[in-house]
């Protein structure tokens, strides 16, 4: 049995300044993210981690490069942990978007047309991409523990194959920054092990 490990990427510029910014590059992560980084790779140093797959996006590539730091393993660059394309939206801030088109992270969930038609990446295409690399990682890194970094709806997408969960479970559900998110395999099924796991010290501090 292994287990395929998520890590959302670190806090990033866009996250303090509330952004959509999807994927524009040259969004860095910020001294934060960059400490929240080293802390998850010192934690996955007792993890026997064989392989670390991250999405191209800065953000991810920069926080999958220090948890390889930590346990001396090349980062394998993979386009289906990219971040949402958020299409019209993107580089528009939280607030703008919610005052022009309401909560379009529901209609999001929801799989609403509006989202289409604003250029954005439906909820089942990424769940299709997530599960793609999930089913790469089993086939060639069998009983192997795998570090997946990406971004939070990726995660979303893979939790929401396992657990029923609601529109609005998914909205309000955060997945921190930085932390785990750990999922067992066994013969192709899964089972959840860990959501946002991180070092203690963090769950005093703002995610």
Same mark, same amino acid.
């Given at each position: %049995?292994?287990?395929?490990?998520?890590?959302?990427?670190?806090?990033?510029?866009?996250?303090?300044?509330?952004?959509?910014?999807?994927?524009?590059?040259?969004?860095?992560?910020?001294?934060?993210?960059?400490?929240?980084?080293?802390?998850?790779?010192?934690?996955?140093?007792?993890?026997?981690?064989?392989?670390?797959?991250?999405?191209?996006?800065?953000?991810?590539?920069?926080?999958?490069?220090?948890?390889?730091?930590?346990?001396?393993?090349?980062?394998?660059?993979?386009?289906?942990?990219?971040?949402?394309? %958020?299409?019209?939206?993107?580089?528009?801030?939280?607030?703008?978007?919610?005052?022009?088109? @309401?909560?379009?992270?529901?209609?999001?969930?929801?799989?609403?047309?509006?989202?289409?038609?604003? @250029?954005?990446?439906?909820? &089942?295409?990424?769940?299709?991409? /997530?599960?793609?690399?999930?089913?790469?990682?089993?086939?060639?890194?069998?009983?192997?523990?795998?570090?997946? /970094?990406?971004? %939070?709806?990726?995660?979303?997408?893979?939790?929401?194959?396992?657990?029923?969960?609601?529109?609005?479970?998914?909205?309000?559900?955060?997945?921190?920054?930085?932390?785990?998110?750990?999922?067992?395999?066994?013969?192709?099924?899964?089972?959840?092990?860990?959501?946002?796991?991180?070092?203690? &010290?963090?769950?005093?501090?703002?995610?």
């Amino acid at each position: %049995m292994g287990s395929v490990i998520f890590l959302r990427h670190g806090q990033a510029k866009n996250n303090i300044e509330r952004i959509l910014t999807g994927r524009t590059p040259g969004v860095p992560l910020t001294e934060k993210g960059i400490e929240q980084a080293e802390k998850a790779a010192k934690f996955l140093e007792h993890m026997n981690i064989s392989a670390i797959y991250s999405s191209p996006i800065e953000r991810a590539k920069h926080t999958a490069e220090i948890v390889g730091k930590h346990n001396s393993l090349d980062v394998i660059i993979d386009d289906r942990l990219i971040e949402l394309d %958020m299409g019209k939206f993107t580089g528009v801030p939280y607030d703008e978007i919610f005052s022009s088109h @309401g909560n379009v992270f529901m209609k999001f969930y929801n799989g609403e047309l509006e989202i289409a038609h604003n @250029g954005v990446e439906t909820f &089942s295409e990424v769940k299709k991409r /997530v599960l793609g690399i999930v089913d790469h990682v089993v086939e060639n890194h069998p009983d192997q523990n795998v570090v997946l /970094v990406t971004h %939070m709806d990726p995660i979303k997408a893979m939790l929401s194959t396992i657990v029923d969960l609601t529109p609005e479970n998914l909205f309000e559900l955060i997945i921190a920054n930085a932390s785990l998110n750990i999922f067992r395999e066994h013969k192709r099924k899964f089972s959840i092990s860990g959501l946002n796991v991180m070092d203690p &010290s963090r769950f005093n501090q703002d995610w």
